[in-house]
């Protein structure tokens, strides 16, 4: 398994523990993500990984 498939595996596990009403607000904004970024192919990719970097640098 890949760093990236172990990170993916340890995401989806935490959001399958939440409960329901909070599983399906985080469906639904994955869902508007995926929209966007297929919307606009690479800039769409690059802008996730952008924002993903601030919040993460926000601590």
Known sequence: ?????ATLLAIRQV???LPEDDRAGVCLAALK???????HNDHGR?????????????G
Not at 1 to 5: I, R, V, Y
Not at 33 to 39: D, K, P, T
Not at 46 to 58: D, I, N, Q, S
């Open 1 to 5: 398994m890949t760093d990236e498939q």
């Open 15 to 17: 959001i399958a523990e």
């Open 33 to 39: 993500l995926r929209e966007v970024v297929a919307l």
């Open 46 to 58: 690059l802008a996730l990984a952008l924002v993903g970097a601030e919040h993460a640098a926000e």
